[in-house]
């Protein structure tokens, strides 16, 4: 009788070893022990036992197996496109799982970083945000923000402002007025209303890291404008946090030349009055000819060269008799 007992506990003791809770503590242990390859191995045993396994737990523990083999196809084993067979059975065969809201969402990242699939990971987030997970706010401005990948500007902004109404307190809001304001900028007739979201983000927000970010834009949509002077105004502001301040001082020297380039000259204008280095004709050095050379003088033109006249006939009027000098001409 002991032998029979015996026999029947190493049975028993073989059947818990082969059942799929014992696979799946040997492929997590196997991921620790960075043996991907006899993790997978361990998955795929475990699956193979739940296709024959009815029990109520089934399906938590075949969602883990999946959600497992999925994770590593995707992030040790390199294998993107296995990974994505893998979660989008997951997400067939258990959509109401735990596991399957975070599995959707490495598949909507991999459609989108791996494959440039843009729309096939809006469809994924979409999907999650029905759900209403906890991070819902992100979601919705990821959402959003892959629109404008798109160049779909019209969608991206109606998204961007649901994030702001519906999530009004989360910590996405500046992040969704900012994405609005560009959006619109980027529309046919609606930058008055860019700039009116710019500066709602400039108001609620004045210590948000997009601060600098927004002013160069708010800037940008004043230049267009034809308001330059705001927009260096707005441009100088931004120089003191922004992450690139030569990328924001160049476009203030750029528009500041354009002033210059389009402002007509006066007469009596500070900044040309005295540039006498660009009349080298008219100049001499004070001391010259004395082994010195002092500062910069202008020399008085003669009457030929008052009116126009060329060097060559200022140097003959220099050489006529004073009598011979032509008389000027009256009106």
Not at 67 to 77: E, H, K, M, N, S
Not at 199 to 215: G, K, Q, V
Not at 310 to 318: C, F, L
Request: a negative charge.
């Amino acid at each position: 009788m002991r032998w029979l007992a015996f026999i029947a506990l190493l049975a028993m003791s073989a059947c818990r070893k082969d059942d799929p809770p014992t696979h799946l503590e040997r492929a997590r242990t196997a991921q620790f022990l960075q043996k991907p390859d006899l993790a997978i191995a361990e998955y795929k045993l475990a699956l193979d036992l739940l296709e024959r396994d009815a029990s109520p737990q089934s399906n938590l523990y075949r969602a883990r197996a999946l959600r497992g083999a999925a994770d590593l196809y995707a992030f040790q084993l390199n294998d993107p496109k296995r990974a994505i067979e893998v979660y989008r059975e997951l997400i067939t065969v258990c959509p109401e799982a735990p596991e399957t809201l975070e599995g959707r969402l490495h598949l909507a990242g991999l459609l989108w970083h791996q494959f440039r699939d843009l729309r096939g990971a809006i469809a994924e987030y979409t999907s999650a945000l029905a759900r209403n997970p906890p991070q819902s706010a992100e979601l919705s401005f990821t959402v959003a923000k892959l629109y404008f990948e798109l160049q779909d500007y019209e969608q991206c902004e109606l998204e961007a402002r649901k994030v702001s109404q519906k999530y009004e307190t989360s910590a996405w809001v500046d992040d969704a007025l900012y994405l609005r304001g560009q959006a619109l900028a980027m529309m046919e007739g609606r930058k008055p209303e860019a700039q009116r979201v710019f500066d709602d983000l400039l108001e609620r927000f004045p210590d948000s890291e997009l601060r600098a970010h927004a002013l160069v834009e708010l800037g940008r949509l004043k230049a267009d404008a034809g308001d330059p002077e705001r927009a260096i105004e707005l441009w100088v502001d931004a120089l003191k946090t922004h992450p690139t301040p030569q990328a924001v001082q160049q476009q203030i020297s750029l528009v500041r030349g354009r002033l210059r380039a389009t402002t007509p000259k006066t007469i009596g204008d500070a900044t040309t009055a005295f540039d006498w280095d660009k009349y080298p004709v008219y100049e001499r050095r004070d001391g010259e000819g004395e082994g010195g050379a002092g500062k910069v003088v202008p020399v008085p033109k003669t009457s030929a060269e008052a009116v126009g006249g060329t060097a060559e006939e200022a140097e003959r009027e220099s050489t006529m008799p004073a009598e011979t000098v032509p008389p000027p001409q009256g009106p």
